[in-house]
């Protein structure tokens, strides 16, 4: 089991910045993508950003150059680094957590934490 706890959400001007953070702990060392994912009210969960255990890293083309995803592998941690946030931004943001055992995908999610940007 992994546990995944997310923080650093909350209100924002556009344009302004926030980081996110989400804590993995539990069965970590089998963990090979963590990443970050939406949902805005009335639309499906979307990614966001993920990162690989090696730092390879893929982003949607909406957060594209405003957002940074980045690994601690010491502190069993991932950020989100948000830059120039716009009102579309507005969702509830989870952390994933992705890893194998034993052949099998098993997938993990936090509790979410809310990002609202006002215009």
């Known amino acids: 089991q992994v546990q995944l706890v997310e923080s650093g959400g909350g209100l924002v001007q556009a344009g302004g910045s926030l980081r996110l953070s989400c804590a993995a702990s539990?069965?970590?060392?089998?963990?090979?993508?963590m990443g970050w994912y939406r949902q805005a009210p009335g639309k499906q969960r979307e990614l966001v950003a993920r990162?690989?255990?090696?730092?390879?890293?893929n982003y949607a083309d909406s957060v594209k150059g405003r957002f940074t995803i980045s690994r601690d592998n010491a502190k069993n941690t991932v950020y989100l680094q948000m830059n120039s946030l716009k009102p579309e931004d507005t969702a509830v943001y989870y952390c994933?957590?992705?890893?194998?055992?034993?052949?099998?995908?098993?997938?993990?999610w936090g509790q979410g934490t809310q990002i609202t940007v006002s215009s």
């Open positions: 994933n957590a992705e890893r194998v055992v034993l052949g099998l995908p098993y997938v993990s």
């Open positions: 539990g069965s970590i060392f089998s963990i090979n993508v």
């Open positions: 990162i690989t255990s090696g730092g390879m890293t």
